[in-house]
């Protein structure tokens, strides 16, 4: 055993080093700055791991284009899932008016049209994403996930929007 309570000196093999000031260091050092020691070790081991667990979860989702992503934060998501713009804008009553009347950027009415219709995309997507428990949506091309499926919420956002 290499010691005893520093109260009682420190005993090494058969011989007894009593608590003298020349050999308190030595007892200092067993009871109190090594198992600080290794539990600053077990610490950073611990760290070590929680961060090469997040490392290979990170490496199985890659976003491909932050600027398409439309709800939550590309940098710290569990969930995530797709949509398809085009196709939601497409089932939005002011976008289609802009389509029935042709109108393009040059035109005023076209921008009120156009704020309209990305208020209600936004509601509805933030909407059907929360109901659902997505806390990342980003364009379908957007985004690839290794190991889990990604959800279409496309369907999901023109029910919505429809009111169904």
């Not at 420190?10 to 007894?16: D, E, K, M, N, Y």
């Not at 608590?19 to 007892?27: A, D, E, H, K, V």
């Not at 990170?58 to 196709?87: H, L, M, W």
Request: charged residues 25%; hydrophobic residues 45%; proline residues 5%.
């Amino acid at each position: 055993m290499l010691g005893e309570h520093p109260a009682f000196g420190v005993l090494f093999g058969s011989a007894r080093i009593e608590r003298c000031p020349r050999y308190r260091w030595i007892s200092w050092i067993c009871w109190t700055a090594l198992p600080l020691l290794l539990a600053a070790a077990a610490a950073s081991v611990a760290a070590l791991a929680a961060l090469a667990a997040t490392a290979a979860a990170a490496e199985t989702c890659v976003i491909v284009d932050k600027t398409q992503v439309y709800y939550g934060n590309p940098k710290s998501f569990k969930k995530p899932a797709t949509i398809v713009r085009t196709k939601v804008y497409d089932e939005i009553p002011a976008y289609k008016k802009i389509k029935d009347e042709k109108l393009d950027s040059r035109d005023a009415r076209y921008h009120f049209l156009i704020a309209e219709a990305s208020k209600v995309f936004g509601e509805n997507l933030t909407k059907v994403a929360k109901d659902k428990g997505f806390d990342l949506v980003a364009e379908l091309d957007a985004i690839t996930v290794t190991g889990q499926p990604l959800t279409d919420l496309t369907p999901d956002v023109i029910k919505t929007i429809k009111g169904d």
